[in-house]
């Protein structure tokens, strides 16, 4: 049996302290792990250092569309192991002959993460004499580390040497149920896509009333608990479910008896009204719409500049 594997990267969580994170990480596993029982993928997940490795024998293609609509991960890193050892000159020769485009004229880089310190050389010398190496066995190479058009990624972790083959952008944000739930009517696609927006800010989401049953389903594929409300933990160890603090798509005399506001709770935060897509453009929401359906082949933001400046 043959088994894929990949990295995930995380963006947001990583500015979390590290006991958030860790619980951030946990729901985030958790999630993803459902989903991929939901969809009949059998998944392998493993920490190697700091960083969360997945391994499949099914399709690259189904794994890739799965790991893509994990809310949390940024992106997806296909990694290949490389059987060469780990003599800097050894991995040159096994990259060049792994290479589709030898003997054309190219730029290229060279990038080594040690995950673990093994031997004596280090990330700096293992990209030096990597590249020397390469230039050496196919002269039509040259050295460009701003904009290559061919990145030499690799990671060396105790024995094992793995490429990075190509990344993919994810959804990112921060994984369902670790801020709380909103209540939400589902009852057009506007509403489907801002509750995704709503979702990627860690909400998970409790449809009610006449929410349609389509749109539900679309948005499980992001968070396979929707509409399961999560746990508020006492001092004591008693566990509670979490009142609700936000509300789409109703208002608040209809949201009342969904909120679930405890007799004895002595603070309550007031119920806000959220509409994440105020402002949006017909282009931009069209763009959200086609990520929202194909995470792994769509940017949410294509022209990303107008939303930075």
């Known amino acids: 049996m043959t088994l ?3 990295i995930l990267r995380f963006g947001e969580l ?3 302290s590290k006991s958030v994170r860790k619980s951030f990480q946990r729901s ?3 999630n993803m792990l459902e989903l991929a029982q939901k969809r009949e993928i059998t998944l392998f997940h493993h920490v190697s250092g700091t ?5 499949s024998s099914d399709s690259v293609d189904v794994v890739e569309d799965l790991l893509s609509r994990v809310i949390g991960v940024v992106a997806i890193d296909r990694v290949v192991k490389l059987d060469c050892g780990l003599i800097p000159e050894d991995i040159a020769q096994d990259v060049i002959n792994s290479s589709e485009n030898v003997g054309e004229k190219r730029t290229f880089g060279v990038r080594v993460k040690r995950v673990s310190k093994t031997g004596e050389i280090n990330s700096r010398e293992y990209e030096r004499r990597i590249g020397a190496e390469m230039i050496s066995l196919d002269s039509q190479l040259s050295v460009n580390l701003t904009k290559p058009d061919e990145w030499v990624k690799l990671i060396v972790d105790n024995d094992d040497l793995f490429q990075i083959k190509y990344r993919i952008q994810a959804c990112g944000g921060l994984p369902p149920g670790v801020q709380g739930d909103v209540l939400i009517q589902l009852s057009d696609e506007n509403l489907m896509l801002e ?4 979702m990627r800010r860690g909400v998970r989401l409790i449809p009610v009333l006449d929410s349609k049953v389509e749109f539900i389903e679309q948005l499980s594929n992001y968070d396979p608990f929707i509409g399961k409300r999560t746990l508020e933990h006492e001092m004591r160890g008693h566990a509670f479910d979490r009142p609700a603090w936000g509300i789409m798509g109703l208002t608040v005399e209809e949201a009342e008896p969904f909120i679930g506001k405890r007799e004895e709770a ?3 935060t007031p119920i806000s009204t959220l509409s994440p897509l105020e402002g949006w453009t017909e282009d931009e929401k069209k763009s959200l719409l086609e990520h929202f359906i194909k995470p792994s082949k769509n940017e949410m933001h294509p022209d990303i500049g107008s939303w930075v400046y």
């Open 4 to 6: 894929n594997a990949w």
């Open 14 to 16: 990583g500015l979390k």
């Open 28 to 30: 985030l596993r958790k």
């Open 51 to 55: 960083q969360d490795h997945v391994s």
């Open 195 to 198: 509750a995704f927006l709503v």
């Open 266 to 268: 002595v603070k309550t």
